[in-house]
């Protein structure tokens, strides 16, 4: 993903990110880091502390493997909770994607205006003073 890409952009998205890699295997953090790393290009620094929470929020549960080669591994996984939060979140997130995707392509008109209400004639009353009143004070004709 491109550096340009704002860091806090990169963390709204994080949280919804671990979901999706958990709800296909269980992982440890480091291997959650490096996949996020390869894929959005975030640091391992930020995901101790999401875990961490996403834990006390109730989203993932740990367990313990033993490894051969070291150190037993904390493991997470999706708990009930944070199935539905990933479902959730998805829509939320597919949704967000679709309305900014048609900003970009310029068709924000058709995003803005899907399914709100006709303007008012009092919106529309002001806005026709606005114009009147634009022109006045730069002293042109209308």
């Given at each position: 993903m491109p550096d340009t890409?704002?860091?806090q952009l990169k963390k709204g998205v994080l949280g919804l990110c671990v979901l999706a890699l958990l709800a296909r295997r269980d992982s440890y953090a480091y291997e959650i880091a490096s996949r996020l790393s390869d894929a959005i290009g975030m640091g391992e620094g930020t995901i101790y502390p999401l875990m961490r929470r996403m834990q006390t929020d109730g989203l993932v549960e740990t367990y313990l493997v033993e490894s051969s080669s070291g150190p037993s591994r904390k493991y997470y996984r999706l708990t009930a909770g944070g199935r539905r939060a990933l479902d959730g979140q998805t829509t939320e997130w597919r949704a967000f994607a679709r309305a900014v995707e048609a900003l970009i392509a310029g068709e924000a008109e058709d995003v803005v205006t899907a399914g709100?209400?006709?303007e008012?004639?009092?919106l529309a009353d002001h806005s026709a003073e606005a114009d009147t009143t634009d022109h006045a004070d730069?002293?042109?004709d209308q």
């Open positions: 890409i704002d860091i709100a209400p006709a008012t004639p009092a730069r002293g042109e």
